[in-house]
């Protein structure tokens, strides 16, 4: 343990009299986390993230553009967000009294200030012209932070040179953000950081608007199931069926989480209760092993199984409610679980077989995910106690099945078996072939097995290209199961029905939805040989999934197929035969049966396909077929 007298001159020398240290020694943290407990977890993991992110830091002083950075193994670069770094290494430098945190913080501030820093007072997105600003608004958070908490840990000259970098950007946000500024995730995050900051800097009228803000975006919640409703628009019409723009990701990772932060920074009770009730109706979505079932979100491009790409993470909202609803603290724990799963070589990767299949880790998801562990270890939570054994989340439960009008969604809980249905009619602004629906079944996962079916994107594509990674494989398909037929270059399916109807039913204690959809392409056009009717009917029990696939029959058998990509790491083993495929797991056996012939479609050396969206590799299960059962059971 370093002594603080030895922590103070290091820390001088080091910055060059920009800091200075004056807080009571700590306890490094090296301790291995338990994992019942979310605290001790999050602080290791925080340390694990951080030492990685140390060693991406570019500290050769020949690399002018880029010293003091931190560089992306993924993307090749230094993203223009990774000033967010700064508040948690200021946290670790007062935790362990270690100066290299100090170090590594004013190296990226300077960067932050050389690279990305704008007259206007916001910050680029990336270290480009013309990139986009809003997220000004998450730097101005996190160094925020690092003032409140940490002023002790610099001198006048630094305190007074970020506060007021810190007035320019909030003057920024004070008069450019509104409700109509991008999607809702801006004016609710720019709810607490106008509150913080104005409290900081004394200026009544940033608290005010960002008060202003967070009332208005209690008007964002939907009518029927409590959703947040934003992410894309318009935010004030209902689709066809009745949807609105709901991304999960976003919502349980940045706009929830701020909504929180402002709720409990201003005291505001009718914020929190609000807010309350939205996290109790998402946590409906979180799996079993924490994983954050978003596959049928506007936004789920950015979908990563464990929660989105570019967001903080649910801790934030979760944690700080615990004493709200006793399920929030194992909503926060699985979560923080499931990242420690996803995390290799200190670093957080975009996916549970990102690793299997050789795709190199982007520090986005570390650097954004480690804030949220930041805050919450920074909040008092001495009171807080691990979560009891019986307290269980919704998908724990064999409920049967549930819908969620203002999503047109399912969910089926039955035995080990949970499951999505969708016919999700909202797409996500201009963009086609983002999130499955026609009645797509998206999420196929066992007690004993994880994930055994996933929807991904209908099409991977960039939809925002600097925060995503680009897919070169020219064996990638999409993940979820579908009927498909091809003609020329355009691809006609029945996940990409808009207009798809759905309907459930209980049959001798089974959970019944039937479906009816279109094979269209991505602007609901059919085939030029006409419409061709599909319908998909699910049976799940607590035993097995039936899925009964029937496309019309003047239709030839060698023109459409039905594909069931299984999900499954290269690093398992799987049989197969004509009608049977076998995949081996840890704890069981997944088998899938037909009444067809299936085939394999061609796939890479690994003898998978991959998709990014979420993350995960699959067996492309084919059958060249107008109908066919599939049975699903795991033993």
């Given at each position: 343990m370093i002594t603080r007298r030895k922590f103070i001159s290091a820390t001088a020398l080091s910055t060059a009299g920009i800091l200075t240290a004056s807080a009571t020694p700590g306890n490094a943290l090296d301790i291995i986390a338990p994992a019942d407990d979310l605290y001790i977890l999050s602080d290791s993991l925080l340390k694990q993230w951080a030492g990685a992110l140390l060693k991406l830091q570019i500290t050769d002083k020949s690399h002018t553009d880029n010293y003091g950075g931190i560089y992306c193994p993924a993307n090749k670069l230094v993203h223009g967000r990774i000033g967010d770094a700064i508040y948690p290494f200021f946290h670790l430098a007062d935790k362990t009294k270690e100066s290299k945190y100090l170090d590594s913080a004013m190296l990226l501030y300077r960067w932050t200030d050389r690279r990305v820093s704008q007259p206007d007072g916001s910050w680029l997105n990336e270290a480009v012209n013309k990139s986009w600003k809003g997220t000004t608004v998450f730097l101005a958070i996190a160094l925020a932070e690092t003032l409140k908490n940490y002023s002790h840990l610099m001198n006048a000259r630094f305190r007074a040179e970020l506060s007021q970098r810190l007035m320019k950007a909030a003057e920024y946000v004070y008069g450019n953000f509104s409700l109509d500024y991008g999607?809702?995730?801006y004016p609710i995050t720019a709810s607490y950081a106008l509150s913080l900051i104005g409290t900081l800097?004394?200026?009544?009228?940033?608290?005010?608007?960002?008060?202003?803000?967070?009332?208005?975006a209690l008007k964002f919640i939907t009518p029927n199931n409590a959703f947040l409703k934003g992410e894309g628009g318009p935010y004030d019409k209902a689709s066809a069926k009745g949807c609105y723009s709901v991304d999960l990701g976003y919502n349980v990772e940045e706009s929830l989480p701020s909504l929180v932060l402002y709720g409990l920074f201003a005291k505001d009770a009718e914020v929190l209760d609000v807010v309350t009730r939205c996290m109790q109706t998402h946590m409906e979505f979180m799996l079993p092993d924490g994983g954050w079932d978003n596959s049928w979100g506007t936004r789920n491009y950015k979908w990563t199984y464990w929660g989105s790409r570019t967001t903080d993470g649910c801790q934030t909202a979760y944690a700080l409610l615990a004493n709200r609803d006793p399920r929030f603290y194992k909503v926060a724990l699985k979560s923080t679980q499931l990242l420690q799963a996803s995390t290799h070589g200190g670093l957080l990767y975009g996916g549970l077989h990102n690793v299997s299949y050789g795709v190199a880790p982007c520090?986005?998801?570390?650097?954004?995910?480690?804030?949220?562990?930041?805050?919450?270890?920074?909040?008092?939570?001495?009171?807080i106690k691990p979560v009891s054994s019986k307290v269980t989340l919704p998908r724990e439960q064999s409920y049967g099945g549930r819908f969620f009008r203002d999503i047109q969604t399912h969910l089926v809980a039955t035995g080990g078996f949970k499951a999505t249905v969708t016919g999700y009619d909202r797409e996500y602004k201009q963009f086609k072939q983002g999130h499955a629906t026609g009645g797509a079944l998206t999420m196929l996962w066992h007690q004993k097995t994880g994930t055994i079916l996933s929807g991904s994107m209908n099409q991977y594509q960039l939809f925002e290209a600097d925060n995503m990674q680009a897919d070169t494989d020219?064996?990638?398909?999409?993940?979820?199961p579908r009927v498909e037929l091809k003609q020329g270059d355009k691809v006609y399916m029945n996940i990409n029905d808009l207009s798809a109807k759905l309907e459930t039913n209980s049959v001798n204690g089974d959970v019944v939805i039937s479906t009816r959809s279109k094979l269209v392409d991505m602007d609901q056009h059919n085939p030029d040989s006409g419409?061709?009717?599909?319908?998909?009917?699910?049976?799940?029990s607590a035993a097995r999934v039936t899925i009964q696939y029937d496309i019309d029959k003047s239709v030839h058998d060698h023109l459409v197929r039905i594909v069931v990509p299984v999900v499954s790491a290269s690093t398992e083993r799987y049989t197969h035969t004509d009608k049977l495929l076998s995949v081996y797991r840890p704890k069981a056996t997944i088998r899938i049966k037909t009444n067809?012939?299936?085939?394999?479609?061609?796939?890479?050396?690994?003898?998978?396909i991959f998709n990014f969206v979420p993350g995960f590799e699959a067996i492309p299960v084919c059958i060249t077929a107008n109908s066919a059962t599939v049975i699903i059971e795991v033993a």
């Amino acid at each position: 343990m370093i002594t603080r007298r030895k922590f103070i001159s290091a820390t001088a020398l080091s910055t060059a009299g920009i800091l200075t240290a004056s807080a009571t020694p700590g306890n490094a943290l090296d301790i291995i986390a338990p994992a019942d407990d979310l605290y001790i977890l999050s602080d290791s993991l925080l340390k694990q993230w951080a030492g990685a992110l140390l060693k991406l830091q570019i500290t050769d002083k020949s690399h002018t553009d880029n010293y003091g950075g931190i560089y992306c193994p993924a993307n090749k670069l230094v993203h223009g967000r990774i000033g967010d770094a700064i508040y948690p290494f200021f946290h670790l430098a007062d935790k362990t009294k270690e100066s290299k945190y100090l170090d590594s913080a004013m190296l990226l501030y300077r960067w932050t200030d050389r690279r990305v820093s704008q007259p206007d007072g916001s910050w680029l997105n990336e270290a480009v012209n013309k990139s986009w600003k809003g997220t000004t608004v998450f730097l101005a958070i996190a160094l925020a932070e690092t003032l409140k908490n940490y002023s002790h840990l610099m001198n006048a000259r630094f305190r007074a040179e970020l506060s007021q970098r810190l007035m320019k950007a909030a003057e920024y946000v004070y008069g450019n953000f509104s409700l109509d500024y991008g999607n809702i995730n801006y004016p609710i995050t720019a709810s607490y950081a106008l509150s913080l900051i104005g409290t900081l800097l004394d200026v009544p009228r940033f608290i005010t608007k960002g008060g202003d803000f967070a009332h208005q975006a209690l008007k964002f919640i939907t009518p029927n199931n409590a959703f947040l409703k934003g992410e894309g628009g318009p935010y004030d019409k209902a689709s066809a069926k009745g949807c609105y723009s709901v991304d999960l990701g976003y919502n349980v990772e940045e706009s929830l989480p701020s909504l929180v932060l402002y709720g409990l920074f201003a005291k505001d009770a009718e914020v929190l209760d609000v807010v309350t009730r939205c996290m109790q109706t998402h946590m409906e979505f979180m799996l079993p092993d924490g994983g954050w079932d978003n596959s049928w979100g506007t936004r789920n491009y950015k979908w990563t199984y464990w929660g989105s790409r570019t967001t903080d993470g649910c801790q934030t909202a979760y944690a700080l409610l615990a004493n709200r609803d006793p399920r929030f603290y194992k909503v926060a724990l699985k979560s923080t679980q499931l990242l420690q799963a996803s995390t290799h070589g200190g670093l957080l990767y975009g996916g549970l077989h990102n690793v299997s299949y050789g795709v190199a880790p982007c520090v986005h998801h570390t650097f954004s995910h480690i804030k949220a562990l930041t805050v919450i270890l920074d909040h008092p939570h001495e009171h807080i106690k691990p979560v009891s054994s019986k307290v269980t989340l919704p998908r724990e439960q064999s409920y049967g099945g549930r819908f969620f009008r203002d999503i047109q969604t399912h969910l089926v809980a039955t035995g080990g078996f949970k499951a999505t249905v969708t016919g999700y009619d909202r797409e996500y602004k201009q963009f086609k072939q983002g999130h499955a629906t026609g009645g797509a079944l998206t999420m196929l996962w066992h007690q004993k097995t994880g994930t055994i079916l996933s929807g991904s994107m209908n099409q991977y594509q960039l939809f925002e290209a600097d925060n995503m990674q680009a897919d070169t494989d020219p064996l990638s398909m999409p993940l979820t199961p579908r009927v498909e037929l091809k003609q020329g270059d355009k691809v006609y399916m029945n996940i990409n029905d808009l207009s798809a109807k759905l309907e459930t039913n209980s049959v001798n204690g089974d959970v019944v939805i039937s479906t009816r959809s279109k094979l269209v392409d991505m602007d609901q056009h059919n085939p030029d040989s006409g419409e061709i009717g599909c319908r998909v009917t699910y049976a799940f029990s607590a035993a097995r999934v039936t899925i009964q696939y029937d496309i019309d029959k003047s239709v030839h058998d060698h023109l459409v197929r039905i594909v069931v990509p299984v999900v499954s790491a290269s690093t398992e083993r799987y049989t197969h035969t004509d009608k049977l495929l076998s995949v081996y797991r840890p704890k069981a056996t997944i088998r899938i049966k037909t009444n067809r012939k299936m085939d394999i479609l061609a796939t890479t050396s690994k003898n998978r396909i991959f998709n990014f969206v979420p993350g995960f590799e699959a067996i492309p299960v084919c059958i060249t077929a107008n109908s066919a059962t599939v049975i699903i059971e795991v033993a």
